[in-house]
C-alpha cells in the first residue's frame, strides 16, 4: 500500500475532514456571534466524500473524522458515516461534536459503522455551559454523551476547552463522571484564531494547571497508545475512565503529527493552523479523476509544515475553528 510521508518522515495516516462549517452554537471562544449570514459554498456531497475518502485511504490513511462546523447538523450524517466506513483501507470513523442531537442519532450512528465519538462540553455548570455556548440545553448534551456509552460506541471522549474561571469544583464534576463510566475527558488549551485574539489573551489557561490538580487528586500518566492522538492521556485506580490533557503550546506538540484536513469544500489544509490551501473539489467530479486527486495531494503533501507558529501569536488562515473542524 502506498504510504503518504511528510518531508519531515512523519507518516500521515489520520484524515479530519469537516462536512459543514456551519454550527448551531455560538461559543464564546469560536462563534460568538453564531454563523455569518449567506449560506457560502455547497459542502462537499456524499458522492464526492466517498471519492476523496478513497484517494486518501489508498494512499494509507485508515482513520477518517468528520468534523464541522457541527456535522450532524447535515442530516445525511449517517450516510457519510456508512459511506466512510465502507471505503476499502478505512478502519476507524469518528466524529466531533457538541452533542446537541446525539442522543437521537447514537444508535444510528453506531450502526453505521461509528467507532469513536468526541462531545465537545466546556461546563458542567448549566448557567457557565450556556455563558460559553449561548445553549441552555446542558442536560440534552450530557444525555448524548450517555445515550453514545449506551449504544456501545468504543471510544467516548469528552473535550473540555480551558478557559479562566474554571475551578476546583468543576475539574471535580468531570472527574466524578469517569468514576463509573468508560469516559475520557479531555482538557483541551485555548488556541488563538484569526478572530478570537482579546478573548484569547482574556482567558487562555495552560494545561499545567489541570495537569497539578490532576495528580493532586491522585491521578497519573499513562503510556502512550496509538489511540490517543496528541493527548496525555492519565488514568486512576477508582476511576473506569481516563483523563487527558491536549496542550498545543508545548514544544515538541506537532513532532508527531499524523494527520491532514479537508475543509467542507475540498480545500486540504496541511496544518489546523496553516495558510496554504489546496482544492481537491476539481477532482472529485467522477470516479476517473481519483488517480489524479491522489497524485495531487501526494504533492501537497510535501508542503506540510513542521509546526504551528501559535507561540508566535500567528494562527495562520483559521478564522475560527468552525471554519476547518478544530
Given amino acids: 500500500m502506498l504510504q503518504l510521508q511528510d518531508a519531515f518522515g512523519r507518516q500521515l495516516q489520520y484524515l479530519r475532514l469537516s462536512v459543514t462549517d456551519r454550527c448551531?452554537?455560538?461559543?464564546?471562544?469560536?462563534?460568538?456571534?453564531?454563523?455569518p449570514r449567506g449560506a457560502g459554498d455547497e459542502p462537499l456531497s456524499v458522492v464526492e466524500i466517498e471519492r476523496l475518502v478513497r484517494a486518501f485511504a489508498a494512499l494509507g490513511v485508515w482513520k477518517v473524522r468528520l468534523t464541522g462546523g457541527e456535522p450532524t447538523m447535515r442530516r445525511d450524517i449517517p450516510e457519510i458515516v456508512r459511506a466512510v466506513a465502507g471505503t476499502p483501507g478505512v478502519r476507524r470513523v469518528g466524529l466531533t461534536t457538541n452533542g446537541y442531537r446525539l442522543a437521537g442519532l447514537a444508535t444510528e450512528l453506531r450502526d453505521a459503522g461509528l467507532v469513536s465519538v468526541n462531545v465537545?462540553?466546556?461546563?458542567?455548570d448549566p448557567a457557565r455551559f450556556e455563558e460559553i455556548t449561548g445553549c441552555s440545553r446542558l442536560e440534552r448534551i450530557v444525555a448524548g454523551v450517555e445515550a453514545a456509552l449506551s449504544a456501545g460506541i468504543p471510544s467516548v471522549k469528552v473535550n473540555v476547552v480551558l478557559l479562566r474561571g474554571m475551578d476546583d469544583a468543576e475539574l471535580d464534576r468531570f472527574l466524578?463522571?469517569?468514576?463509573?463510566?468508560?469516559?475520557?475527558?479531555?482538557?483541551?488549551?485555548?488556541?488563538?484564531?484569526?478572530?478570537?485574539?482579546?478573548?484569547?489573551?482574556?482567558?487562555?489557561?495552560?494545561?499545567?494547571?489541570?495537569?497539578?490538580?490532576?495528580?493532586?487528586?491522585?491521578?497519573?500518566?499513562?503510556?502512550?497508545?496509538?489511540?490517543d492522538g496528541p493527548a496525555i492521556t492519565y488514568g486512576h485506580p477508582a476511576h473506569a475512565g481516563k483523563a487527558g490533557l491536549i496542550a498545543p503550546y508545548t514544544p515538541g506538540f506537532c513532532d508527531a503529527c499524523n494527520r491532514v484536513r479537508v475543509s467542507s469544500t475540498g480545500d486540504l489544509k496541511l496544518c489546523l493552523f496553516g495558510e496554504r490551501k489546496i482544492p481537491l473539489r476539481p477532482y472529485l467530479r467522477s470516479d476517473a479523476l481519483v488517480r489524479e486527486l491522489m497524485d495531487v495531494i501526494r504533492t501537497g503533501i510535501a508542503e506540510k509544515p513542521a509546526s504551528h507558529l501559535l507561540d508566535e501569536g500567528a494562527p495562520g488562515g483559521t478564522p475560527t475553528l468552525a471554519s476547518i473542524g478544530g
Fill in 176 to 227: 466524578a463522571w469517569t468514576r463509573e463510566r468508560p469516559l475520557a475527558v479531555r482538557f483541551i488549551e485555548l488556541m488563538q484564531t484569526g478572530e478570537n485574539a482579546t478573548f484569547f489573551r482574556e482567558h487562555h489557561v495552560r494545561a499545567d494547571e489541570i495537569r497539578a490538580g490532576l495528580e493532586r487528586r491522585g491521578w497519573s500518566r499513562l503510556a502512550r497508545d496509538r489511540n
Fill in 120 to 124: 465537545s462540553l466546556d461546563s458542567l
Fill in 24 to 35: 448551531n452554537f455560538r461559543c464564546a471562544y469560536c462563534l460568538p456571534d453564531g454563523c
